[in-house]
């Protein structure tokens, strides 16, 4: 190559690079979390193909520590399709109560156990292991803003829960709320 094709080939600044290397550390910790750390939060992100619309951290904040605060001591929390609430609660984990999360997009079987496959077309469609009214609070999203889903998401709130709920819906589904969840 000569001088004066040299200079024709685009090169990043060094505090671009360093920006770019940096962004590409960030993804690699994401896809790949590494450690031991069972409460490491923040690697699924949201997925608007699965009908995901995931809360701000200040309203997950919020929701979370709702959930605990009425799940009690040694409590058990179900998050039916609130997967930001889940990874909030995992961030807040304590060993005094647990977590479950029945979601639909399979990325949270890296949580283990705690991940419940949970697709609300079959509502009571739940491993053995889930035994009815075996937690102390559920705090739900339905996926869809639709009645059906609604109704169905209810069915299983309605087996799961021993009579604490934490719905999360748009208001246009707040008319269906209160006779579909009545237990």
Not at 89 to 101: A, C, K, Q, V, W
Request: charged share 25%.
């Amino acid at each position: 190559m000569s001088d004066s094709e040299d200079d024709d080939v685009p090169r990043l600044s060094s505090h671009a690079l360093a920006a770019l290397q940096e962004f590409y550390s960030e993804q690699k910790q994401q896809s790949d979390p590494g450690g031991d750390d069972k409460y490491n939060i923040g690697i699924i992100e949201e997925n608007w193909q699965l009908s995901q619309f995931w809360y701000s951290q200040e309203t997950a904040l919020r929701l979370a520590k709702e959930a605990i605060a009425a799940a009690g001591d040694c409590g058990r929390i179900a998050c039916v399709s609130a997967p930001s609430v889940y990874q909030k609660l995992r961030e807040l984990h304590r060993e005094d109560f647990s977590i479950y999360i029945f979601e639909y997009d399979k990325r949270f079987a890296i949580y283990g156990e705690e991940f419940i496959f949970y697709d609300y077309n079959n509502p009571l469609d739940l491993p053995e292991k889930i035994a009815a009214h075996s937690f102390d609070i559920v705090i739900a999203d339905p996926p869809y803003l639709s009645e059906e889903c609604l109704r169905k998401t209810s069915e299983t709130i309605k087996y799961l829960t021993q009579g604490k709920i934490l719905l999360c819906t748009a208001q246009v589904e707040s008319s269906l709320c209160e006779p579909s969840l009545q237990i």
